[in-house]
């Protein structure tokens, strides 16, 4: 019988599981996470589950029944520490072994450490897993003085819920304008209105020096320019670091911090696979290698190696696609807007209802929608064909962009 192992068990690592019993695999399934908790989504971590909307149950990806009416063996609370290639096994840090035929690492990030003086202090979190969920959900119920650091996605989503739970909030970006890494200008400002106009204090170019406690738990934040914000509970969300160490212990290419992966998702190992957030990839759509951290990135990666392992192989080709959500915003975004070279909106912005259409050599790369849930499908769907669509034809609103 084939044995797969999969490291990981989240939701790539999940995904690759039932997709597998989907594709009608026969052989034997392990997946192995090294968190204590059975597969779980992220996303509601910095929403509804901080706001108390979600519990644990809810969150979970699926009840423990569905991997045992499977035949699906979850080894929860272990660490893989080694891969031998030669042997074919991986071999736990409690010391037990486990044989595989192929492998497929789902192994995911960790948070990126704030790398200034207090950082250890008490009352510096984190928010990536459930159970920094828990920690984070009942210090924000005694928090007096909020301050976020990072104005990304994570970052934004969890001073939105702050803000919702009535907390003064202060959101420190270190650039000079909110989610810059992935949305223009325009959706940059929008965003940083909103949360002015919902209560959350948003300081731009702001570069923190140094964390200063009492007793052993932070109490200020100290900028370069030598303001001083109090604060009792300093969120941390600048980014993530994929975890590749198991992988370049084995041998396995890592190039610009991911596992490097073929058009399989082959990682330099015709019996390893490297999905997810961990994973660097060529993206069709982008025209570039990439590491993409997202639902749909994982859950797809999964499709298509569970497919390939089943005896179906075809090359990974999915358009991706993302969303935020931040108080009663949602932000959609499809396609990958790197490299373009210009935008054009659709839609009022004032009204709190638009779309921008980026546009790269004259062809549509990219749309981020902003309570526009009806752009965001058709632009899935026109970036999945290919179908042709111009700046003018984006920004003129008599002009329909449905596809079918
Ligand atoms: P992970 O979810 O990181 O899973 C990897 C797992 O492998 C982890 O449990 C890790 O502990 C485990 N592991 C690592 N090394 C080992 C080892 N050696 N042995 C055993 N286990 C190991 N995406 C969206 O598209 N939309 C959203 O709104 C959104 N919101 C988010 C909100 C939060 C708070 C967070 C943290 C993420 C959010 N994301 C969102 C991102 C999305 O959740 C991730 O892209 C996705 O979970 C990646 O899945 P993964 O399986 O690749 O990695």
Same mark, same amino acid.
């Given at each position: ?11 790539? %690592?999940? *995904? ?7 594709? &009608? ?45 499977? %035949? ?22 409690? &010391?037990?072994?486990?044989? /595989? ?5 789902? @192994? ?41 650091? #990072?104005?990304? /996605? ?14 003064? @909030? ?11 890494? @992935? ?21 731009? !170019?702001? *570069? ?7 007793? %052993? ?33 084995? &041998?396995?290419?890592?190039?610009? #911090? ?12 015709? !019996?390893?696979?490297?999905? &997810? ?48 959500? *931040?108080?009663?915003?949602?932000? *959609? ?23 921008? /259409? ?27 064909? #290919? ?18």
């Amino acid at each position: 019988m084939r044995e797969v192992v999969i490291v990981g068990g989240g939701q790539a %690592g999940y *995904q690759t599981a039932a997709s597998l019993r989907t594709e &009608g695999f026969e052989g034997s399934i392990t997946l192995i996470g090294d968190e204590p908790h059975a597969p779980y989504q992220r996303p509601p971590l910095s929403k509804a589950f901080v706001l108390g909307k979600q519990d644990r149950e809810k969150i979970l990806l699926r009840p423990e029944v569905f991997y045992r009416e499977r %035949g699906i063996r979850l080894v929860g609370g272990e660490t893989v520490a080694s891969i031998d290639r030669v042997s074919r096994r991986v071999r736990l840090e409690s &010391g037990a072994e486990i044989c /595989f035929d192929t492998l497929v690492l789902a @192994v995911g990030a960790r948070n990126r450490k704030l790398p200034v003086p207090g950082a250890e202090l008490d009352g510096v979190c984190y928010l990536r897993t459930l159970s920094e969920a828990v920690e984070l959900k009942q210090r924000l119920e005694a928090a007096r003085n909020i301050v976020v650091i #990072g104005g990304g /996605f994570i970052g934004l989503e969890i001073a939105a819920s702050a803000r919702i739970l009535g907390k003064p @909030v202060t959101v420190l970006e270190a650039l000079p304008r909110l989610m810059a890494r @992935v949305v223009a200008p325009v959706v940059s400002e929008f965003f940083r209105a909103a949360h002015v106009a919902r209560g959350v204090e948003v300081v731009l !170019n702001a *570069q923190v020096r140094e964390l200063r406690g009492e007793a %052993g738990k932070v109490r200020e934040v100290i900028l370069a320019d030598g303001r001083v914000l109090a604060s009792d509970l300093v969120i941390v969300g600048i980014g993530i670091v994929p975890n590749t160490e198991l992988a370049s212990a084995a &041998g396995l290419p890592v190039v610009l #911090g991911g596992i490097s992966v073929d058009e399989f998702l082959r990682a330099g190992d015709a !019996n390893i696979f490297a999905i &997810g957030d961990c994973a660097e990839y060529h993206n069709v759509f982008a025209g570039a290698r990439v590491r993409l951290e997202s639902v749909q990135n994982a859950v797809d990666h999964a499709v298509c190696v569970a497919r390939t392992i089943a005896g179906k192989p075809v090359p990974y080709h999915a358009a991706p696609w993302f969303w935020s959500d *931040q108080f009663d915003i949602r932000l *959609q975004m499809a396609g990958l807007g790197t490299g373009h070279d210009r935008t054009v909106v659709r839609g009022n912005i004032e009204s709190g209802k638009f779309s921008v /259409f980026y546009f790269r050599g004259g062809r549509l790369c990219s749309v981020d929608s902003v309570n526009r849930p009806a752009d965001h499908l058709a632009a899935r769907k026109l970036l999945a064909s #290919g179908t042709d669509l111009t700046p003018e034809q984006a920004a003129d609103e008599n002009v329909s962009i449905k596809t079918t």
